[in-house]
């Protein structure tokens, strides 16, 4: 069987939500990165609902630049849906360019994790 990246993607992405799980203290900070958009959640993975969230759609600049303005823009909807702690989960990307960039700016406008 012929391996993809896709594949690999989805095992390194299990095993993550093997360790990681957000309660309604410490929700999860769920990030997907496609080709064009980046995308952020914070999840309460025990009520199963999700708490807030942001994207790149209405996001100008550079791929890097966008993801920090959602990392900027998720901690903001995290504070007024009464969040300040969370786990990240990277979702199986490498913690590296877009999704390091959104998680440090997340940090900078006051989240924790």
Not at 45 to 66: C, F, H, N, P
Not at 79 to 98: E, I, P, Q, S, T
Request: proline share 1%; net charge positive.
């Amino acid at each position: 069987m012929i391996k993809s990246k896709k594949h690999s993607r989805r095992k390194i992405r299990y095993a993550i939500r093997n360790k990681v799980s957000g309660t309604s203290e410490k929700p999860r900070l769920a990030v997907f990165r496609s080709n064009k958009e980046i995308y952020a959640q914070v999840i309460d993975d025990v009520a199963g609902t999700t708490l807030a969230s942001a994207s790149s759609a209405d996001a100008k600049g550079t791929k890097t630049e966008q993801a920090a303005s959602v990392g900027k823009l998720i901690a903001d909807n995290a504070k007024k849906a009464g969040v300040k702690f969370v786990v990240f989960d990277r979702g199986g990307f490498l913690y590296h360019g877009r999704v390091k960039a959104l998680a440090e700016s997340a940090r900078e406008s006051g989240l924790e994790f």
